[in-house]
């Protein structure tokens, strides 16, 4: 199983951007989907969970600012971040719990991570 995260870059105060996250290989379904953020000399954070059922929860520093939505079909996770900060300046990372087989338990895989650097 491979994550393959994009869409980071280099974006002014305000902006917008929007990440994608793609698993690729081969299971049999994923469950929870994350996007995660580190900053340098930070801890990484939390910024975003989407459900196999859809339900979302985000981080306080976010909330209202980002989106996270999937689409199964193309086993894609997505964050869709408005009015951008220079604090949300980080590598963004990118984790799903994925069951290799119908009775295993899910197990977290991580993507490589895309920088998203916010500055004027």
């Known amino acids: 199983v491979q994550l393959q995260a994009s869409g980071g870059g280099l974006v002014q105060p305000g902006g917008s951007l929007r990440l994608s996250c793609a698993a690729s290989g081969s299971f049999f379904t994923i469950n929870d989907m994350r996007w995660y953020r580190e900053a340098p000399g930070k801890q990484r954070e939390l910024v975003a969970t989407?459900?196999?059922?859809?339900?979302?929860n985000y981080a306080d520093s976010v909330k209202g600012r980002c989106t996270i939505s999937r689409d199964n079909a193309k086993k894609t996770v997505y964050l869709q971040m408005t009015s951008l900060k220079s604090e949300d300046t980080a590598v963004y990372y990118c984790?799903?719990?994925?069951?290799?087989?119908?009775?295993?338990?899910?197990?977290?895989?991580w993507g490589q991570g895309t920088q998203v650097t916010v500055s004027s």
């Open positions: 984790s799903a719990d994925v069951r290799l087989y119908r009775f295993t338990v899910a197990q977290p895989y």
């Open positions: 989407i459900t196999s059922l859809y339900s979302t």
